[in-house]
């Protein structure tokens, strides 16, 4: 037994001392022994590890190459709410926001800091007790994915914390950060993507967001991947007061911290911080699009606020973002998911922001008219945000003799249908769209989209499955779903006799989903979930639905004059009748199950919140129990919320609920109010 303590105490030993080491050499840029030494420190832990397996620990250093891969990401509900920022390009209105926080505040002064924004993907880590729980993304701000297993193969992030000689270590800490991939680095995987046949990423912030989205984490370990922590949303244990004393925190428990901070006293000091922090930017190893200014004091950020999406104490302030002059080549037409087609420039290859830009978006045919944009034209390329490369403007003076213009086609490029133009608020848009449903270029996104859980859910028809069925030719349009054979698809890659068998048995499951899912699941432009469940509870039948008059569409709740019209539209179409028909012959319910509450249900004018996990119903099967006793389901919880159901890991609409005196049900009590209706 002695000997067993003996090497747990080493192995604790050995971690606490590789991660200071990896501290020195990642974070603080400052090594303290030979990396000879360091591997042989590394190498004792490892052997230590293989003799003793059960004493390794799952935050070991050792333990960074990655584990085993995940079937799917679990989601993790966030205590608090992980929120974007309102962006600014104008200095008015920094200062509009500067002095509306102080009037907010009645005058009391507001010592703000700035800090570079990061061009990477926001997370979340969450530490109990100096080791790290968990880390999610943002997701919808209240929910994200459990990334933790991608996280822990980044060398900069310590698994364990080390006591500080200022800090004692929070029993609770959750921090705030951005992972980005380096400009040397995003160099460097699209160099080894290059010669392995693969596509290059179009920017490092794309190729952080796709590796995280990874489920093999061995091969999140092989890429560059960084990150920075820049805020705590919440501890226990350690009293903090102001935002640079949270910075400083992280920094002295070996998190990497902002590069540089600046403290201001008014908005001319921040003008004068964001000047400096532009040439700065230059100088760090990852891509910045500007800063983002905060208040300090973590009291005067609670008392101003937050609106449903964004602190009101702090603001994005994004620079003018880099341009280039290049040639235009040609201009190529794509047709989307929705049928929309885009004209893209062809471009001679130019560098912006940090990437190889050979193609830019042109937004539409109106577009190309206003810029004058011509074949051969000398153009000026930005990249939006930093991200989409768009074509500004054209240089004139440049313009070649032979320079004529471009015009869009009549026809759909793909599939050869009438291409027509797309309505917006009851106007003639500037948006061509080909209104055939089973345009191939429309195709894969149309069926995935039939396929999502909200709509049809079926199991086992993701993305790569879709790809493959389009590509065979064994799906050219959702009816041809249905006449699938197990046989057909187990001889696609990937795919065995039971993947085949319950790929099948989730299209079977499908037919009997209800009316407002088919109609959802349709994509009819404009038409979301909330519309969907109208029309069916309105008309009760598809056949009702496809014979009404615009007249009688507009009287449905949730349903205006934009949508009334993609209704029409879409039901005028013979190709997407042909497809209702086929797919009523495959055996479809085309009729809703349920129709409008009575007015005498005593949940009538009721509205309720879910949140959490309940013990027999999920959450769709709840909301539609609610609904057909006419009740109404909210996304978020306010004064004005009746009830809120709770299962398990409710988090922060709970509390919400508790602050607001609520009342609040689990699911007997859901239960029962439903059977007194």
């Known amino acids: 037994m002695t000997g067993k303590v003996e090497v747990q105490k080493r192995i604790r030993e050995l971690t606490a001392e590789i991660e200071r080491h990896n501290r020195a050499y990642h974070v603080e840029n400052a090594p303290t022994i030979s990396d000879r030494e360091f591997d042989r420190l590394l190498a004792e832990l490892v052997e230590l590890e293989r003799q003793h397996p059960d004493l390794a620990s799952p935050l070991s250093p050792t333990r960074r190459v990655g584990g085993e891969p995940l079937k799917e990401f679990k989601q993790v509900q966030h205590r608090v709410p992980l929120m974007s920022l309102d962006n600014t390009y104008s200095p008015e209105e920094l200062c509009e926001f500067v002095a509306r926080a102080e009037k907010n505040l009645e005058g009391h002064p507001i010592f703000w800091v700035l800090e570079p924004k990061i061009d990477g993907v926001a997370v979340t880590l969450r530490y109990e007790q100096g080791r790290l729980v968990y880390g999610a993304t943002r997701g919808d701000g209240r929910t994200g994915d459990d990334i933790t297993a991608n996280l822990k193969t980044i060398r900069t992030l310590p698994l364990i914390l080390v006591p500080s000689s200022k800090f004692k270590i929070p029993s609770l800490i959750e921090i705030r950060g951005e992972v980005f991939m380096s400009r040397e680095g995003f160099e460097r995987i699209n160099r080894h993507r290059e010669r392995a046949g693969e596509s290059p990423f179009i920017n490092p912030r794309n190729a952080a967001a796709g590796t995280l989205k990874l489920l093999d984490s061995h091969e999140v370990a092989r890429r560059p991947l960084s990150i920075i922590l820049y805020a705590i949303a919440e501890i226990q244990g350690v009293e903090i007061k102001s935002h640079c004393q949270s910075l400083e925190l992280l920094a002295e428990l070996g998190f990497p911290a902002p590069a540089r901070t600046w403290l201001c006293r008014n908005v001319e000091e921040i003008e004068k911080a964001l000047q400096e922090l532009d040439q700065f930017r230059h100088t760090l190893p990852y891509n910045t699009d500007g800063g983002v200014v905060k208040a300090d004091s ?235 469940r109208s029309l069916a509870g309105h008309f009760g039948s598809m056949d009702t639905l496809r014979k009404v008059s615009v007249e009688e569409l507009l009287v449905v709740p949730d349903v205006g004059e934009v949508v009334v019209r993609s209704i029409r539209d879409f039901f005028d179409k013979k190709d997407n009748l042909q497809t209702l028909e086929r797919l009523r012959k495959t055996g479809l319910n085309m009729t809703a199950t349920s129709h409008k509450p009575q007015a005498t249900s005593i949940l009538t004018g009721k509205s309720f919140v879910l949140t959490g996990a309940l013990p027999t119903l999920s959450r769709e099967e709840a909301g539609e129990l609610i609904r057909q006793a006419g009740g109404e389901i909210k996304s978020s919880v306010s004064k004005k919320t009746d009830y809120v159901v709770a299962g398990e890991e409710a988090g922060f609409k709970l509390d919400q609920a508790k602050k607001l005196g609520i009342s609040i049900l689990d699911e007997d009590g859901l239960k029962e109010i439903l059977k007194g209706r």
Not at 354 to 366: F, K, M, V, Y
Not at 489 to 500: H, N, Q, V
């Open 298 to 532: 973590l009291l005067q950020q609670r008392e101003l606020g937050q609106t449903s999406k964004a602190p009101r104490w702090a603001i994005a302030y994004k620079f003018e973002t880099e341009k280039a002059e290049t040639r235009l080549l040609d201009i190529q037409v794509q047709v989307g998911r929705t049928g929309t087609l885009t004209p893209v420039a062809i471009l001679e290859p130019v560098f912006v922001s940090g990437s190889t830009i050979s193609r830019a978006t042109l937004h539409n045919e109106d577009e190309i008219k206003r810029k004058d944009i011509r074949m051969g034209d000398t153009v000026i390329i930005e990249k939006a945000g930093e991200v989409i490369p768009a074509v500004i403007s054209v240089v004139l003076k440049q313009r070649p003799a032979g320079a004529y213009s471009f015009c869009m086609p009549r026809k759909c490029p793909e599939c050869g249908g009438d291409v027509s133009r797309d309505l917006v608020a009851g106007e003639e848009g500037t948006l061509l769209r080909c209104e055939n449903i089973s345009c191939p270029a429309q195709l894969k996104r149309r069926i995935q989209h039939y396929a999502t859980r909200g709509a049809m859910d079926i199991e086992g028809l993701g993305e790569a499955m879709v790809e493959q069925l389009v590509d065979q030719k064994l799906v050219q349009n959702i009816a041809d779903l249905y006449d699938l054979k197990a046989e057909q698809i187990s001889e696609l890659e990937r795919m065995g006799e039971k993947s085949a068998a319950n790929l099948i048995h989730g299209i079977e499951a499908s037919k009997s989903r209800e009316l407002w899912r088919l109609i959802f699941g349709l994509g009819i432009r404009h038409v979301g979930a909330a519309s969907a």
